[in-house]
């Protein structure tokens, strides 16, 4: 296989295990959200946009601009679904749900590969 | 405070402190103390009329406000009569109590126009100015009128002593502030949920009625609040709703950023403890880079462990771009069911789906029905757990040393990785990293 399928398989991959980790999170929290209409987009649209920022707001937070903390806020809202469009003390509250969900996918889906490699 | 406090603190089991940092305890969990604090008072002060009928027992507007919150209505009245009679010198305080006492059903919608009747609403949902100023003002009220021999001992005597003594210490400065954005009111909100298995349930409907009264009146209150503070200097403390904490501004720009810090404090304490290895780390922006790396490094792992489920299980071939095109607005109930119905859902990556669905939904469902800040304030306690048994329980004890070795660990894997087969040499390569036989011998099975 080349190179650029195996590149495509393992996207497919990686929304296929987003997804059902969205999914089962619903719209309860703004990162899934956001997570969700660009998956959906995605599908919608056949490719992946390379796009930085999918928020549907855009508004900018422009409040803590000069702040020291910007640059791993950024970077946290890069990381972090929806994030550009949150201020910081939401995004706070946003990573930590989403790092639980993180958290329960992962040992989760170790539980079912031991489960499934014996 | 010898018997107060200890009661305060013990109220103070919120999962908001947790660094160990009990001298500096936040507006919400004083404010939360305050109410406990205050009902415990309130149900004193009550046994105490029942058991003397005193006749001049002068309480301050706000206690006697949540009074009526706890369906006293009687009580309330005859308190009113009682103030009013024998104590002239207060009429110029507390004027509207006449009006006030017919109209204690509905204190949101309260028809009192004056400034004091206003503060009096203003002071349900603002309940951290109650207990200390109402103690402050009875030990006033009582020393000027020379009958401090009745109340100091009929208060609970060790808080109305202390607060006594507190006043007498910093009149206005020992005051703290409870700044008004719409957050403040959700979380009176959040504290008269919490609270609800003690207070009855009239008081917390009046109590929410109360503060979506005071949503709507909020930018008058931002007016009242500056007005209070000012005054605060002249008359005396039990007509103060705002307070500054000692040798802090009183402003309402720095009120609400002190809330907001406050927040992102006990947000990043949270965070703490779901990060492992981030004790140690004091700094926001240390705590940062670890949250950062961290959920880098779970992303990594989710990629990694979902492709060696897609090579351990047979695939078929299936799109999974057509997965959310077709897909139906029920979907998510249907997925349990629809596992056996069209083969494209014996796909591994539905296999994936059905399990990490039920297992997030369950651990995402215990927080997902309350409100925003309930559900943080609730998930503080119990949720951090979650995580943390099943790191303890699972295999993956690398992240003691993750920081190094997982990155060389995805440097190997994801350089090598994309072939779909999986040669197993390449996982023997990497078994040193991890630290746990499980996955050793997982790795030699494959």
């Not at chain 2, 609270?195 to 929410?208: A, D, H, L, P, V």
């Amino acid at each position: 296989m080349s190179s650029k399928d195996s590149h495509r398989r393992s996207q497919k991959i990686t929304i296929a295990a987003y997804s059902s980790m969205v999914r089962a999170v619903g719209t309860r929290r703004a990162w899934s959200r956001a997570l969700l209409f660009k998956l959906r987009s995605q599908a919608r649209r056949g490719y992946v946009v390379k796009r930085r920022c999918f928020s549907v707001k855009k508004r900018r937070v422009t409040k803590k601009a000069s702040s020291g903390e910007l640059k791993q806020a950024e970077k946290l809202r890069s990381l972090v679904p929806g994030g550009e469009a949150m201020e910081f003390c939401e995004l706070l509250e946003e990573t930590a749900d989403y790092i639980k969900c993180l958290a329960t996918q992962v040992i989760r889906a170790y539980g079912k590969h031991q489960k499934g490699s014996r | 405070m010898s018997r107060a406090l200890p009661e305060m603190i013990h109220c103070l089991n919120t999962p908001g402190n947790l660094a160990g940092n009990g001298m500096e305890v936040s507006v919400l969990e004083r404010q939360r103390a305050r109410m406990k604090w205050q009902q415990e008072q309130l149900q004193q002060q009550q046994n105490y009329v029942n058991e003397n009928g005193l006749s001049m027992f002068p309480i301050s507007p706000h206690t006697q406000q949540f009074q009526v919150l706890i369906n006293n209505e009687s009580v309330l009245n005859e308190f009113v009569n009682r103030v009013m009679k024998p104590d002239p010198g207060l009429d110029h305080r507390w004027p509207h109590f006449g009006k006030f006492g017919g109209e204690d059903s509905d204190l949101g919608s309260c028809g009192i126009g004056n400034g004091s009747g206003f503060e009096m609403n203003y002071a349900i949902s603002r309940t951290a100015s109650c207990p200390p100023a109402g103690a402050a003002a009875i030990a006033e009220v009582a020393e000027t009128k020379g009958r401090e021999s009745v109340l100091p001992e009929k208060l609970s005597s060790a808080v109305g002593r202390e607060s006594f003594r507190k006043r007498k210490a910093d009149k206005t400065q020992n005051l703290k502030v409870v700044a008004e954005d719409g957050t403040r009111n959700k979380r009176i909100k959040g504290c008269a949920e919490e609270g609800e298995s003690k207070i009855t349930e009239q008081n917390s409907n009046n109590k929410s009625t109360t503060t979506t009264n005071n949503n709507n009146k909020k930018e008058t209150s931002t007016d009242t609040s500056k007005e209070n503070s000012k005054v605060s200097d002249v008359q005396k403390p039990d007509y103060i709703h705002v307070r500054a904490r000692r040798g802090q501004a009183t402003d309402s720009h720095s009120l609400a950023e002190r809330v907001r810090r406050e927040k992102i404090s006990e947000r990043m304490k949270y965070l703490q403890d779901l990060v492992p290895g981030c004790n140690k780390i004091t700094g926001k922006a240390g705590m940062l880079d670890e949250i950062i790396n961290y959920v880098q490094s779970l992303q990594r792992q989710v990629e990694f462990l979902s492709m060696k489920l897609v090579a351990v299980n047979p695939r078929l071939d299936f799109n999974i771009d057509n997965f959310f095109t077709k897909e139906a607005p029920a979907c998510t109930s249907n997925f349990p069911t629809a596992v056996g119905v069209s083969s494209e859902m014996a796909n591994p990556a539905y296999l994936e789906l059905n399990t990490l669905q039920q297992l997030v939904s369950c651990c995402g469902l215990d927080m997902g029905t309350n409100p925003p800040d309930m559900a943080f304030r609730k998930t503080l306690s119990d949720p951090v757990s979650i995580p943390e048994t099943f790191l303890d329980s699972s295999c993956f004890n690398p992240y003691s040393t993750w920081d190094t070795n997982l990155q060389d660990l995805y440097g190997v894997e994801f350089h090598q990785g994309r072939s779909p087969s999986f040669p197993s040499q390449q996982f023997i390569g990497t078994e040193n990293h991890y630290k746990n036989d499980h996955y050793k011998t997982t790795l030699v099975n494959t």
